[in-house]
T-cell receptor
Framework: DAGVIQSPRHEVTEMGQEVTLRCKPI?????LFWYRQTMMRGLELLIY????????DSGMPEDRFSAKMPNASFSTLKIQPSEPRDSAVYFC?????????????FGNGTRLTVT | DQQVKQNSPSLSVQEGRISILNCDYT??????FLWYKKYPAEGPTFLIS?????DKNEDGRFTVFLNKSAKHLSLHIVPSQPGDSAVYFC?????????????FGKGTKLTVNP
């Protein structure tokens, strides 16, 4: 089991550019989550999917953020246009039931820096 | 507003001693609590959990205590080892939400000195 795979590990971009973060969940997991970690706010849930369908995107900060899950093995989080305040570590996580009997498995994150 | 609070950003202990990490919560609907451990440049990994029907759960060197009346939980590590040095996140969820409503604290950085 390769675990949750995220790419890229690091992304440095200029303000106004489009950023796409990628995630491959653990095979067989039907829940996928995107989290953002900052010093000020800690780990925040942005959006989660169940069986590729977005269930709750209330944590998405604004319309500049969008997420898709075209199939069970791939998801993207896109920021367009990016702003310096988007600088953070973005984590993808998956689980096989979406309840607390099935803890989240996190990827190693993408560190985003927007200058 | 922070529903899950870890008021100590950092903690330093000596190898072999007990580490106690604390967590407070405000939402009385939370009924399941978890601790995650995070090493630098890695994602958080699940460590231990406790349901609100219990007040203690033990797994090897790790024990979590829950005080519902005080809305407080703690993680005890005995004995502490240098490899335990990491950031520890407390998290909570409500039964109706399951893990999709997992709320995390900001974390406590534990340093275990040899």
């Amino acid at each position: 089991d390769a675990g949750v795979i995220q790419s890229p590990r690091h992304e440095v971009t200029e303000m106004g550019q489009e950023v796409t973060l990628r995630c491959k969940p653990i095979s067989g997991h039907d829940y996928l989550f995107w989290y953002r970690q900052t010093m000020m706010r800690g780990l925040e849930l942005l959006i989660y999917f169940n069986n590729n369908v977005p269930i709750d995107d209330s944590g998405m900060p604004e319309d500049r953020f969008s997420a898709k899950m075209p199939n069970a093995s791939f998801s993207t989080l896109k920021i367009q246009p990016s702003e310096p305040r988007d600088s953070a570590v973005y984590f993808c996580a998956s689980s096989d039931h979406g309840n607390h009997n099935s803890p989240l498995h996190f990827g190693n994150g993408t560190r985003l820096t927007v200058t | 507003d922070q529903q899950v609070k870890q008021n100590s950003p950092s903690l330093s202990v000596q190898e072999g001693r007990i580490s106690i990490l604390n967590c407070d919560y405000t939402n009385s609907m939370f009924d399941y609590f978890l601790w995650y451990k995070k090493y630098p440049a890695e994602g958080p990994t699940f460590l231990i959990s406790i349901s609100s029907i219990k007040d203690k759960n033990e797994d090897g060197r790790f024990t979590v205590f829950l005080n519902k009346s005080a809305k407080h939980l703690s993680l005890h590590i005995v004995p502490s080892q240098p490899g335990d040095s990491a950031v520890y996140f407390c998290a909570a969820s409500a039964a109706q939400g399951g893990s999709e409503k997992l709320v995390f604290g900001k974390g406590t950085k534990l340093t275990v000195n040899p």
